[in-house]
């Protein structure tokens, strides 16, 4: 019996987890009778995805295909634009100089504060709430693609060098494959920041999305679709991470961080 | 053996300058004649120029004077120089094969007409049927062993090796020896190989060039006259007793 258990837990531990904090959650709200609108049980939340109430619409598929759109295009741009600077700021120390102080100031820019002028410059819709990703998770996607481009043994560049490469050989033979463990580290990062950011984008201004159905129930202080969208949110998040974990596997076998 | 020198170093100067802006002057004045198809092994103190001697003659360091002279119609030495480094250096995400296969794309040959080629270098230095593995699926004797196949798969006349075996424990160290020699008796390279162990360098060459502390020249280049192939037995003749105390003698370790 025990061996039974032990088996199922080490197969599913994260889904067991998460099912775990889903049952306590329900019982906190049923024993202490926590009013709805101050926080609703996870089935109520959930049960509002697949039924529709009598008082309201939410459009959750409508809403939800809507944000999951938006984060893989921020996700896809964001990744192959951060690759691409970092190869560029990669290539030579003057870039670097260039490069690197400006990304720190946009990186301390409080998205927030700027998401309004952003949402002058490109009004509503999915140009606002993308590029509002990218600014938000673009920073460690290039830091973290710049630091395995240049963290290479210099003795490896010599075997490419003694048969007189060039230097785009050793980008793509040497420091592209070799920063390629740095790059499934920046898109854990990037694949949850994304979803943030396109959260934030649909706060400040949009007609759709699961950040706009969070922000009209606020006003109805219509709880349970805020905790449906939360949930709907996390799911999206989790099976990002979960897709870049795959591929990770998938693309570098080779490296010790696939089996730790 | 034939007249003219594969490759023949005269007067060969390196000056180094550290961040202090000092001047450290690693090689003095080297003189070496390498014959083709000759087994030549370097011996000096730490630090006396040893790799860096190898590095200039690949054209990884420039030389600081004097020159280097190659038989131009029998050597290119900017495509047929084979180096084994102190550490294997092997590219982690790819398999054994395709390690091999680095200089080949490199030097933008066919990848596939080598192929077979890289089979054959991968049995001919005993690492058959390991041709789908990756580098840190291999001990290190097994990595240095890739890694003197793939300096061999461009078929280079010069092969540079730099400590190859001074990471390994001694019992593989011989082992890899033996295995080096035969290698070179089967591929008919010449070899300028550089090393700590005066016992190594007698037993695997046909000559033994001792270089001086820093800043260094070539105190004397030894002729091995031990007859071949060797096994481990002629480390414990007399002559190979002579000839090692002959090394440290030029090393003034005596």
Redesign the interface.
Known sequence: MRKIFNFIWVRNRTSLTLLGFLILWQLVVTVFRIREFILPSPLSAILHLFFRQPDANYHWIKNISATLFEILIGFTVTVLLGIMIAVIVSWSQLSRRFFIPLFIFVNSLPIVAIAPIILLWLGYGIYTNVLIAFLVSFFPMVINTTTGLNKV?E??L????????SKW?VLI??RF??S?PYIFSGLKICSTMCVVGVIVGEFVASDKGLGYIIINSQFTLDTPPIFAALIVIAVMGLGLFGLVSLLERII?????SVNG | MPNTPLISIRGLKKIFTTLTGEKIEALENIALDIYPGEFVSIVGPSGCGKTTLL?IL???VQKDGGEIKVDKESFDP??E?G?V?Q?P?L????KVIDNVL??I???KINRASMFGRAQELLELVGLKGFEKA???ELSGGMQQRVSIARALI?DPKLMLMDEPFGALDALTRERMNLELLRIWREAKKTVLFVTHGIAEAIFLSDRVAVLSARPSTVVTALDIHLSRPRTLNVRTSPEFGKLSMKVYDSLEMV
């Open positions: 043994d003795d490896l010599d075997l490419v060098r003694y048969h007189r490469g050989q033979k040497i494959p070799n390629l570098i076998p080779w490296h010790g | 590095k690949a054209g990884l900017t495509r120089v180096f480094f550490k250096l590219l982690d995400w790819r680095l200089p794309e490199i030097l990756y580098p840190n461009h």
